[in-house]
């Protein structure tokens, strides 16, 4: 029993280090230190397995939340219909190839992508939450709705220009401050 | 008592694949909270089997440290990054 | 006569936790793998830390287990909740029709 848990460390290590969000890796992470301080148990070492329960999950994991708080965080809403099969794995090769050069383009900028799915309505999502992107479906086409304020606005455009042609094509709406919010 | 030793592991181990592979960052915690109560049960029976009764105070500092653990990085998430 | 009583207890735990293991790769929704993992998992955990203390007697050790299925018994339906109302919250909230 000592090999599958062995086994399970280079796993996991090697997932800590190839995944793309820093939010997984910290997770894998405490994963690691869980199942390391069990091989100090096997090996007769309860001390230090204590010592890495203690440092490894809790400390550890804290300090990493706290400096990846100095981390920017590109908040994507993905605004789905009502009709819609809602799970993730029914999603369609389209939406996933606009996600995933999105989030590409995240890892470039050296920001966190954070994607919410969504079934609130459009204009409960503009008052009520903070956001980067929305982006929502339509027959022919797919929009993303940005404030005409985000800085990341060219350098977006000009990303995607450069990636492979979409199957569908996408289009790009830039939305005014309403003057009655400002008041509130 | 070995046999439940073995499955225990193995069990272990399919919860970590349910961490690597879960869709969304929600099942990961999921998946951690799993591996980390069957490594309780896992230490119990270890120390019930070598008649060591220190082993026991790890069961207890795993089952309160783990809770502060996953508890923090829920947090962490509902609030979209700030603490 | 008591190793046998407390074996098969730790049997029938050990089953109780194989049905959660297969009940998490079962479903593809987020909130029912949640409803699984919770439930059916303390429930194996109880039996096999009673098929131990059965096992042991009544002594120092018993006391000690009691006090960690205690523990257990409190945090893991807690951990659950925080990570569902997590989930919940920051806007996951996708139905299966």
Known sequence: MLELTL?????????ALQTRSLRNAVIYLGVFSLAISFVYLLYHAPDVAIAEAVIGSTIATILYLVALQKYKIFTIYYRLQDSEVEDTHYFSRYKLQLVKSLEKFCTKQELEAQIIYSLEELDDILTK???ALIIEEHEAFISIYAHHENYMLDKLEFFLDNEPAFIRPYRIVKMEEIEGEVME | MTFAVFALIIFSLLSAFRVLIGPTLWDRLLGLNLITSKLIVLIILVACL???SFLLDMALVYALLSFIGIIFISIYIQRKGRF | MRDLISGIII?????????????????????????????VDTVGYITIILGVMIRHGFSYFTMKVFFILLITLIINPLITHSVVRSAFISGYKLRKE
Do not use: M, T
């Not at chain 3, 029938?12 to 409803?35: D, M, T």
């Open chain 3, 11 to 39: 049997f029938i735990g050990i089953s109780f936790v194989g049905l959660g293991i297969i009940g998490i790769y079962r479903f593809n929704n987020f909130y029912s793998r949640a409803l699984i993992a919770s439930k």
């Open chain 1, 129 to 131: 939450h903070q956001y």
């Open chain 2, 50 to 52: 070598r008649e060591e």
């Open chain 1, 7 to 15: 086994l399970l460390l280079i796993v996991l290590s090697i997932a």
